[in-house]
């Protein structure tokens, strides 16, 4: 087994764990459940508008550090379908973070050579989310690098349904038949394709649940989950979660 060495000579958090990764076994896909932003606000008395403001901060740093051992996808849980449940000013706070987010990062995005990527409906997201999302998937589109893929306005169950309706139609209009239907053809009915499935699924702030989040991509991932709320998150258990992903022996339900 290789150990990593990448980027040696620029020490930063977390570099001694990820000295310990094995280069050979570098998770493709790495999902993430950012939970925990607000009890990390609560905890500190500040309103939970704050929980999603450091949160945001985190992506970058765990975006780079995802980027420093070569993970190829990097999706982050950033709002579900659900989500319009909560109160306005929170649902409006959240669908202005792009908007902060890319203008300050963009730069140093693209010359880390990321991709952003959006996994979700398009459909009910503000006109400016959309804006500040699409400008940045445009202004990196022709990058090569790591694809940070933000799940916005997405939720798996309607993923599958409307992936159904679909299929069900192009096979009504002949287009698909149904003895042809295998996993591989109804990924790519899903918002997903053409990414890879995640290998590896980190959700944060003490929950075990999947909460709709790639029910279908996520049936072989390997799931690690931290006490930890998103904001305190750092690269070093970003690196510990692939290290422990690196201990596990994958089966597939084989021997
Ligand atoms: C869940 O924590 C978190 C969210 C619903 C939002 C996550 C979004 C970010 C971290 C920012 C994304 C950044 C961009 C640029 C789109 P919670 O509020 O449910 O936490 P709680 O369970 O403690 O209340």
């Not at 349904?161 to 096979?171: K, T």
């Amino acid at each position: 087994m290789k150990p990593f060495k990448k980027w040696f000579g620029s020490k930063t958090e977390g570099d001694d764990t990820a000295s310990r990764l094995s280069a050979d076994n570098i998770p493709n896909h790495v999902a993430v459940i950012m939970d925990g932003n607000g009890r990390w606000a609560q905890k500190r008395s500040l309103p939970r508008v704050a929980g999603h403001h450091s949160g945001m901060k985190n992506v970058k740093k765990i975006t780079m550090a995802a980027n420093n051992i070569g993970v190829q996808v990097l999706t982050l849980y950033a709002f579900s379908t659900e989500n319009w449940k909560r109160p306005k000013e929170e649902v409006e706070y959240l669908m202005k973070l792009p908007l902060e987010f890319f203008p300050k990062e963009i730069d140093e995005l693209i010359s880390n050579n990321v991709q952003i990527r959006m996994t979700g409906w398009k459909e009910g997201l503000p006109d400016y989310t959309l804006k500040a999302i699409q400008d940045a998937i445009d202004q990196t589109k022709h990058n090569t690098g790591l694809i940070l893929n933000f799940a916005l306005n997405y939720g798996s169950r309607k993923e599958m349904l409307s992936g159904v309706q679909r299929l069900v139609q192009d096979a009504r209009d002949q287009k698909v038949n149904a003895e042809e239907i295998d996993e591989a053809l109804f990924s790519k009915y899903l918002l997903t394709d053409p990414l890879p499935d995640p290998d590896l699924l980190i959700r944060t702030s003490g929950e075990l649940r999947i909460s709709n989040f790639m029910l279908w991509q996520l049936a072989y991932s390997e799931l690690w989950f931290t006490e930890l709320c998103w904001p305190e998150f750092t690269e070093e258990h970003f690196y510990e979660a692939v290290l422990e992903y690196q201990r596990r022996a994958r089966r597939y339900g084989g021997l």
